[in-house]
């Protein structure tokens, strides 16, 4: 009995033991990756690598870029992942990640392919007329290619084809002709370098002969200033070609050449009147032996004078108040044809002028300003358009930007003013240039500046309706935003109400005076004009919303105006604006009570005064805002 139990109590240790033994060996190690590097960086071409994993289970790899390949991309256990890269045919190195993982464990290798790197030394290539060799070298690190194009038929390359630095020789027939030349193409991938191949001329072809523009030839009665033009010569060398002009009274007799390197010319001095003249040009390059006149033209001038470029009028000069108020007109767009004493350019501004000063109160106070012409050469006739992509060379390069949004060079033509009149900044502050763009066409902007300066850019508008002709433009861009800072009574944004960015542009410029015909309360007890109010005369003064391009939340002083809808009348809050600032220019006190007591409007019974007709809002089209800078 004892031995059963015994022997029982054995074989339940000995199960037991087995069953130990078999869970202990049953049970798995953990999963193990590990990678012989974890960068690799290979060559911009042939760029192939090896990753040497260990592993003691299975994975799985991937990359991260399409211009890569791996293989293999799963095993178990230990194995060699072979990477291959398509060549890198751009200018900077780029990058990709191998991930190689199994379970929970992940590894990542860095992959870096290097840049190509081509480079040309030794350009251009200049070969002798006669012929030979001369060579350009190529620095690279890559396969490249050399393509010469079919015109090349005169040049011998080699190699076209290489890898790694080179010596390119290039070979050259003689030449009997002119200058010859050639870009070659040297290429690797993405990239690409040109090789400008000249060889020198075997004989000089000399330009071709110019046309004589203007003076048109027998013309007669031309002004003492007039313009030379002629046409561009081509030269089938490509050398740089110079014009000789010369004219003269006695065509057996020529005054010595004048060199221009370009194809018009402006005389420093008046001719003779009642004077017949000859004139010719002849064009040269570098080799020329000596000048060619192919042919000649004839005209008579005579009695009109003319403005010389950079030449000014004083139309009038103030004779009230210690400082003037100076208006400046200029024109842009205006060739030297127009300049002729009682031409286009005398005719455009001195309307302008008229228009400006017709209106009260300037009509009033006129003998506060001085006023002036100021000439400035276009090379051709109009402004710029480029929302019709029409180019112009003018002076200012004044330009429609779109809608009736113009643009200028402000810095030439500030600087330009400064040096012909011979004024400082200081004075520039109380003057306002009007910038008129000899372009029959609606539109104007008017640049302001918060220290004072202005220009006012307004085109000769021909229109007859919607208050779109010049003298509007005038009006509204000159006499109320340029000179009077006024705002656009204008609502662009119908049964909208003024947004917060836009209430903060109108607060900006306050201080310095701007804005003194829009208010942002129509509160009768608070908004600026309401001294008008209990003013007898002024009953046509009130407080009317829609203002500063909004129709809701600003509010304007009159039904119309000339910052309304452009009309030929300012109201009166505006008008006082006007009378305070040139009195302030001027030196003297400004008060309402003199103002209102040298109003010639005052007692109108309407805003119309005098007598003009309004717009349709349907029909009218608003000027671009003013562009305003601190």
Request: aromatic share 12%; hydrophobic share 35%; with cysteine.
């Amino acid at each position: 009995m004892l031995y059963m139990i015994r022997n029982s109590a054995f074989t339940l240790f000995v199960a037991l033991l087995l069953q130990i033994l078999v869970f202990s060996c049953s049970k798995e190690e953990p999963l193990y990756i590990d990678v012989n590097s974890v960068t690799l960086t290979l060559p911009n071409y042939d760029g192939v690598g090896e990753v040497a994993l260990q592993s003691n289970g299975n994975w799985t790899a991937s990359v991260s870029a399409s211009w890569c390949s791996i293989a293999p991309t799963s095993g178990k256990g230990d194995a060699i992942i072979t990477v291959t890269l398509s060549d890198n045919g751009g200018e900077r190195e780029r990058s990709a990640t191998l991930n190689i993982g199994g379970g929970e464990v992940r590894r990542y290798v860095k992959i870096t392919q290097q840049s190509g790197r081509l480079q040309v030394v030794g350009t251009p290539v200049v070969i002798d007329k006669d012929g030979g060799e001369s060579s350009f070298k190529l620095l690279s690190n890559s396969r490249w290619q050399i393509l010469l194009p079919q015109e090349g038929n005169w040049l011998e390359v080699d190699p076209l084809f290489g890898e790694g630095d080179a010596t390119v020789s290039v070979l050259a027939l003689p030449n009997s002709g002119s200058q010859r030349e050639i870009n070659l193409s040297v290429k690797y991938g993405l990239q690409e370098q040109s090789v400008n191949i000249k060889q020198l001329r075997g004989v000089n072809s000399p330009p071709e002969a110019p046309t004589l523009q203007s003076p048109q030839n027998n013309s007669t009665n031309l002004s003492l200033l007039p313009p030379f033009r002629w046409s561009s010569s081509f030269d089938a060398d490509g050398d740089n070609v110079t014009y000789l002009l010369q004219y003269s009274r006695d065509p057996d007799s020529w005054e010595e050449p004048i060199a221009v390197n370009d194809t018009i010319f402006y005389l420093s001095h008046y001719l003779e009147p009642n004077s017949r003249y000859w004139w010719r040009v002849a064009a040269i390059d570098q080799f020329s032996s000596s000048p060619l006149y192919h042919s000649e033209g004839t005209f008579t001038t005579g009695s009109t004078p003319a403005y010389f470029d950079s030449d000014f009028s004083v139309v009038q000069s103030h004779t009230r108040g210690a400082a003037s108020s100076d208006i400046i007109f200029v024109g842009d767009g205006y060739t030297g044809e127009d300049f002729i004493y009682g031409g286009k350019f005398d005719n455009d501004m001195d309307e302008g002028i008229e228009a400006f000063f017709a209106l009260e109160p300037y009509s009033s106070y006129r003998e506060y300003f001085s006023i002036y012409k100021l000439a400035a050469y276009s090379r051709e006739s109009g402004v710029s358009q480029s929302d019709r992509r029409v180019v112009k060379n003018s002076r200012f390069n004044t330009n429609f930007e779109g809608g009736s949004s113009m643009s200028i060079d402000e810095n030439s033509l500030f600087n330009f003013v400064k040096r012909v009149l011979n004024i400082d900044e200081e004075r520039l502050r109380k003057s306002l240039i009007v910038l008129v763009a000899n372009q029959n066409r609606y539109g104007g902007t008017c640049w302001m500046w918060a220290d004072g300066k202005a220009i006012a850019i307004v085109p000769v508008s021909r229109s007859t309706g919607s208050n779109s002709h010049y003298r509007n433009l005038i009006a509204h861009e000159a006499g109320g935003h340029g000179y009077a800072k006024l705002a656009d009574e204008y609502v662009e944004n119908e049964g909208a109400t003024i947004t917060p960015s836009v209430l903060d542009e109108y607060r900006d410029f306050l201080p310095y005076g701007f804005y003194q015909n829009v208010d942002i309360t129509g509160d009768r007890s608070s908004v600026k004009w309401r001294d008008l109010f209990a003013i007898q005369g002024y009953s046509v003064v009130d407080s009317y919303e829609g203002a500063f391009y909004y129709s809701y939340g600003a509010w304007r002083p009159e039904l119309n105006s000339a910052m309304r809808h452009n009309d030929l009348y300012f109201n009166a809050p505006s008008r006082a604006a006007i009378v305070k600032r040139i009195l302030t220019v001027a030196g003297e006190n400004f008060t309402m009570e003199r103002f209102i007591g040298e109003d010639l409007l005052r007692g109108a019974t309407t805003a119309l005064t005098p007598p003009i007709k309004s717009v349709s809002p349907l029909s009218f089209r608003a000027t671009a805002p003013p562009k305003i800078f601190r």
